[in-house]
């Protein structure tokens, strides 16, 4: 008899519609694979709210279950390590989700077959992101990045991961610098351009600050991309104001990672950083793709916190075929936007 038990999560909007029979053919095909590998029959977990999702997960990391396993995207995982962080259950992951972030980081294979037996297989342990509001397993995003996942998640189409590069082109209108107070603890001498050094305290005037564990957000831009979630450190990468024209002439080098040479660009490493934005600003964070709460916000690296099935290797670069979807989508709404007349100009203030 097998005494290993597995437990699976699965995202709740693929269980419906369309997407019913995949998510079946994938739980049949992890049963099987379960048993080849010594694991019991998986137990599907019934939690639908992310309170519920939370409270299981913690639940079954306390009862000792060897294998938690998402079937979904960067959403689930979140809520998953909320509860499984710090104990020695592994997280498993299945990507199912928009972005697949975490999974793309991991190496986990986006071919459903292939990732369930990775999913079932040796782990490893990587950092995660903690403050006050929780951990995260990829990057907090203040500023523009925030907004324009949040676009993201009201977007219906278009499917996959190119969503997030419509919601870029739909939030740059809006486009607003963030005032901010930077505090670095435990730097390092490695920024990466003349100006990072890492003094304790920087005021920014930025259009986003990234803090990340892993290289990758909002559906494959390696806005961090030396981040890696086995060093003990954070990576920060922060964007100085730009025009609108130029983020958007300079947005797909974001999914390659040369985008840290631009000389708005600079980058940090520390073991935690403080944010504060004075007076009134918008301060608001998301993690993961989701809400982090507004600041002030410390993120703390915390080395070794989850343990994660995944492969060694590190993740691979965007394909040629996804960046060329990206290009057309893009090239398509920039023509649009181009072709639209210019907001009125906000009065000034009296």
Known sequence: MNSRRVAVFVKPSARRGRGAAKVQATLTLLATAAAE?????????????????????ASLAAA??????????????HQVVQGLAGTRTALGVIPFGTGNDFAGAM???????????????????IDLLRSARGWAATVATIGFSAAV????????????????????????PG??????????????????RPGG???AEHRLRAAL???????????????????????GLLDVTTLDAVTRFDLLRHFLRVFRGPHIAHPAVTTYRARSVTLVTPGLADGTARADGEPWGRLPLTIDAVPNALLVAAPPAPAPAPTERALRTRRSVLGSLRRRW???PPPTPEPAAG
């Open 37 to 57: 590998a010594g694991f019991g029959a998986p137990e599907l977990i019934d939690a639908t709210t992310v309170a519920e999702v939370r409270e299981r997960a």
């Open 64 to 77: 000792g279950v060897d294998r938690v396993i998402v079937v979904g995207g960067d959403g689930l995982v």
């Open 197 to 199: 050094a890492p003094e």
């Open 175 to 192: 486009l607003r610098p963030v005032e901010l107070v930077m505090h670095l603890g435990g730097t390092t001498a490695r920024a990466r």
């Open 107 to 125: 190496g986990i294979p986006g071919a459903t077959g292939k990732a369930v037996t990775v999913a079932l297989g040796p782990t490893r342990s």
């Open 338 to 340: 181009s072709s639209a």
């Open 209 to 231: 600050v990234a803090v990340a564990n892993t290289p990758m957000f909002g559906g494959g831009m390696r806005i961090c991309p030396a981040a890696t979630p086995d060093d």
């Open 149 to 172: 996942n949040e676009r993201a998640e009201r977007l219906r189409w278009p499917k996959g991961s190119a969503r997030y590069s419509v919601a870029t082109m739909l939030e740059l």
